[in-house]
């Protein structure tokens, strides 16, 4: 399966990410580049050009763009996905993120966990959310979903 070999990210025009935000979206990176899978489908019968590939992920009017390109950077083409079937997953997100930062300073590991656990539920929904706007568009596992939902969290929430 084909994979992503590199992440931009394109966050100009945004507020400056939070300390937890900033290190939530290192992790999802580096993450994301280490384990993922990626695949494109064959277009009205053609075939797609082969990975690994470069994405670029940014907010542009109102919807979340990926920029595809091979590794060495020639253009594959772009996905536009509406940002409205992700708003109130990603507020959720952002709210239980909020929670379990907080409650990592001031709580006891029993009510931490019970607050990651919540946020791990989010988080699939979420993942869940994007496998479904990708849809014959391309082929992503949970754990590349999850990754990837975590870095449209953080681009979405800035916009």
Do not use: W
Not at 6 to 23: K, N, R, V, Y
Not at 32 to 43: A, G, H, K, M, T
């Amino acid at each position: 399966m084909s994979r992503i070999c590199h992440i931009d990210i394109d966050d100009s025009g945004l507020p400056a990410p939070t300390p937890e935000m900033e290190q939530e979206r290192k992790v999802a990176v580096f993450d994301l580049l280490e384990d993922n899978s990626f695949l494109l489908p064959d277009r009205d019968g053609r075939p797609v050009p082969p990975g690994p590939y470069r994405l670029g992920l940014a907010i542009r009017e109102r919807r979340l763009v990926v920029e595809i390109a091979q590794e060495d950077g020639a253009r594959v083409g772009e996905l536009h996905l509406a940002l409205g079937p992700f708003r109130q997953v990603v507020k959720d997100y952002d709210q239980i993120c909020a929670s379990y930062f907080d409650a990592v300073k001031r709580l006891p590991p029993s009510q931490i966990e019970a607050i990651d656990m919540a946020r791990r539920g989010i988080h699939n929904e979420g993942a869940r959310v994007l496998q479904e706007r990708l849809e014959g568009k391309a082929e992503i596992d949970l754990d590349t979903a999850r990754r990837l939902f975590t870095l449209i969290s953080v681009l979405n929430r800035g916009a």
